[in-house]
Every structure is written in structure tokens, then in C-alpha cells.
């Protein structure tokens, strides 16, 4: 086939060639970047809402962002901001059970502000096995692809969705709703605010006024959209304009 023989002679020609060789700069500078994919990074949050019993009490722990999995963590006030409200709804559910969908930063806050609380990270990365059964392998792109055990069980949950995209949100929120417990749960949506509408229609969402922050300082705007009233808290919803 035409196909076929394009291809051998593309190969051949690839073979007459001298093989690649990356400079020792470049070289060098990969070794880097792939070691980095396995640093943990140590976040200091601030004094006022973290466990202050040692000298290791105040630090985060984290896995280098991986930009090739659209990985952003959230700067620390905005994870302990989220956290805290997570932790003060999980009081109105006895035997409260979380999920967190793609936002492992605020799986580790959770973890650290409270160990007994029952948490789910649900993530891509496979650097997050390191959490044992509380963590489940997730593919957006095949939302319900989940453990039975894990449908219909979730008091709350808090979504990231890796992407910016009307699909990302359209698949993740096929699996809040396969996540959620039928007869009463809350979610908490991070995502941009280009998302805004399509939020509100998939989800029923409406924004508070705190807004998030990432570490990486993205360009795009980021907020925190809410199934509930939290009163005061996060600044209350936003009034509509």
C-alpha cells in the first residue's frame, strides 16, 4: 500500500541518519525535570488553622505539581479556607464520608486538620497510591468507571476538574452524581469562572464571594461554586449582578 511504503522510506531515511544526541545541558536539564516528578514539595500553611504540636506539625507535604496532568495546587490559604469549610460541613452528617475529585491538596489539608475523617481522593496520578485505599484511580473521561462500593455514598463533594471545557465538566459531573448520596450531600465545584453557566445549569452552583488562588499563579480567574448557603462564611454567595 501507498501507506505502507511512505512509511518504510520515511524509516529508512531516519535510519541513514546519525543517531540523536542531546547536548550535556540538555541532558542535564531532563534528569532534572524527570527527578522532579518525584520530590515531595513542603507547603507552610498559615499558623492560624493548622496543628501546631512539633516542628513538623505546620508543613504540607505534596507531590510536585505535574504539568502535564494539568496539576495546580491551590496556595495555602486558599486549601485551609476550603478545607475548614469542609471539615465544619462534615459536622452536619453523622459518619460523614468525602470525595475529592482531581484536587489531592485538599485531600492531604483534610487528612492533616482531622486523620479520622473519612476521605476519598479520586485522581489520575498514580503518585497518589501512596494513600492506600483511601485513594481510587479516575479517568474523567470514563466518569463512572469507579469501584460499586463508592456509588451513592458521599455526604460531600469537592470537584476540580482537570480542564477548563464544557465536556470535562459535562463527564465530571456524571461522577458527582454517581458519587452522591441520594438523600442529602453537598458540592463544592473549583473550577474558572468561564464555567460559570454551564455550573449552574449542570449543577445547580452558585459562586461565593472567596475566591481561590493556585500556587503557579494561573491567568485564568478561578471560584469556588457552592450547593448550599454557608451564611458568612466564604464571604456568603455572591449577589447576582
Not at 531516519?14 to 532534572?32: F, I, K, R, T
Not at 506539625?57 to 475548614?84: C, G, H, I, M, N
Not at 489520575?124 to 484511580?137: K, L, N, P
Request: glycine content about 4%.
Amino acid at each position: 500500500m501507498e501507506g505502507e511504503d511512505e512509511l518504510r522510506k520515511q524509516n529508512a531515511d531516519v535510519e541513514d541518519d546519525d543517531p540523536l544526541v542531546l547536548s550535556s545541558q540538555a541532558l542535564a536539564a531532563l534528569q532534572e525535570f524527570l527527578a522532579d516528578q518525584n520530590k515531595t514539595a513542603t507547603i507552610t500553611p498559615t499558623p492560624s488553622t493548622v496543628d501546631n504540636g512539633g516542628d513538623d506539625s505546620d508543613k504540607v507535604e505534596l507531590v510536585t505539581e505535574d504539568w502535564r496532568l494539568s496539576q495546580f495546587w491551590y496556595e495555602p490559604e486558599t486549601a485551609e479556607t476550603v478545607a475548614e469549610e469542609v471539615v465544619t460541613l462534615s459536622c452536619r452528617f453523622s459518619g460523614c464520608r468525602i470525595a475529592c475529585i482531581a484536587c489531592p491538596t485538599l485531600y492531604v489539608y483534610l487528612k492533616k486538620k482531622d486523620p479520622s475523617l473519612q476521605v476519598q481522593l479520586l485522581e489520575y496520578d498514580m503518585r497518589f497510591e501512596r494513600y492506600g485505599s483511601e485513594f481510587t484511580f479516575y479517568d474523567y473521561n470514563e466518569p463512572e468507571e469507579l469501584p460499586p462500593q463508592l456509588k451513592h455514598c458521599f455526604h460531600i463533594i469537592v470537584a476540580d476538574p482537570p480542564y477548563l471545557s464544557k465536556e470535562c465538566l459535562e463527564r465530571v459531573t456524571r461522577t458527582i452524581s454517581f458519587l452522591a448520596s441520594p438523600v442529602d450531600s453537598l458540592l463544592l465545584l473549583l473550577t474558572g469562572d468561564v464555567q460559570r453557566d454551564h455550573a449552574a445549569e449542570m449543577l445547580g452552583v452558585r459562586p461565593c464571594v472567596f475566591k481561590p488562588h493556585h500556587s503557579s499563579k494561573l491567568g485564568n480567574e478561578f471560584r469556588l461554586f457552592i450547593s448550599y448557603d454557608p451564611g458568612t462564611r466564604l464571604g456568603g454567595l455572591e449577589e447576582d449582578s
